[in-house]
């Protein structure tokens, strides 16, 4: 299978001659002539929340998913719109197909010390406690990366 | 049939397959006795040279071995093969990271009780690794002199995930310009209390320490 994706071109497995559907979800781009890594990245991780997606509608008795919720931490790694671009090609032609992505984007949410509170920070580039100004050591939310439900019919 | 649609609860990781297989290869790693550290940087940072230099100067004492991704060409590993730990070169065909199970794939045929470090250099990336565990027990980020200070700011999430940061290729820090008390500013504020080494694998400056902290893993 092979995949276009703005200016880049992405191959999976093994025979890129081979024009097989996309049935193949959760394998993972085996080559790319796209110069952006970044958006390669969140294709791979589109390929991963569809599969998850697919199997927890299954074991649900679903034959079809409306809408996902995923949770996304501001240092996830992961651009929300690179996300959905990708989402729309690593759905297609499973049960995922035409489904909404909806993403809730979290701020890092640090623990302080000193205040014995856990505050957000308005800005990941400064690991400092809003409310006492003192650095911010221990970080207890910001990374997620997770499916939390599944909209079926 | 109902007609409002039905909420199914996951509450999964998106990659909790990966973070599955890291947990079992760390069980591995502790079981053998061996410490693995996963180091990280972006292409042309030093990676490599440094690693070759660590490589060389261990294995005077430990058993060492290494796992070096790239997205293409085994340059590396023929480069760090020279300094004569067991090596072996894990090409991702254009995947930005390594993920546990290319990781675990390449580790077959290995004992890996026969060694004492692990060293696993990942594809020359600031962004998409650090979303993979790999079971390591370090996370190790490089950044060159020559890369610019703000660079913690501009990367701050792989700036939090390392548990020690590298500055290298410090013998260029002159010709650079390099403002040595802005990086550590701007490294304090991404991830206070994160330690920093400043090192060169050409000129030796800050090897000594660097291994001490590798040998406390």
Known sequence: MVAFVKSCRITFGEDSETDAPPSKIGIIPTSTTCDKAHLMHELSVALSLVQLAADAARQAGAAQVLALHVRIGALAGVVPDALRFSFDIAAEGTLVTGARLEIEEVPVRIFCDLCNAEADLPNPQSFVCPICQQPAMRMVQGRELQLISLEVP | ?217
Request: aromatic share 6%.
């Open chain 2, 1 to 217: 049939m109902s007609e409002s649609p039905r909420l199914v609860e996951v509450r999964q990781n998106v990659l909790s397959k990966n973070d599955q297989l890291a947990l079992e290869l760390r069980q591995r790693f502790d079981q053998a006795g061996v410490r693995v550290i996963n180091l990280l940087s972006s292409p042309g940072a030093g990676k490599t040279r440094l690693l070759e230099e660590t490589l060389r100067q261990l294995s005077t004492q430990h058993r060492v071995a290494a796992l070096v991704g790239d997205l293409a060409t085994d340059n590396d590993a023929r480069r760090l093969a020279r300094s004569g730990a067991a090596v072996r070169q894990i090409e991702t065909g254009g995947l930005c990271h390594l993920e546990a199970d290319l990781v675990l794939h390449h580790l077959e045929g290995w004992n890996l009780a026969d060694f004492d470090f692990l060293f696993i250099e990942n594809v020359g990336n600031l962004v998409c690794p650090t979303s993979y565990d790999l079971g390591e027990h370090g996370r190790v980020v490089l950044m060159a002199v020559t890369e610019g200070e703000d660079k913690p700011l501009k990367y701050p999430g792989t700036f939090q995930w390392a548990n020690m940061v590298l500055l290298s290729k410090l013998d260029m820090a002159e010709v650079a310009e390099f403002d040595a008390d802005s990086a550590h500013a701007n490294i304090a504020a991404v991830h206070p209390g994160v330690p920093v080494i400043a090192t060169s694998a050409r000129t030796g400056v800050g090897m000594a320490e660097w291994l001490a902290w590798v040998e406390d893993l």
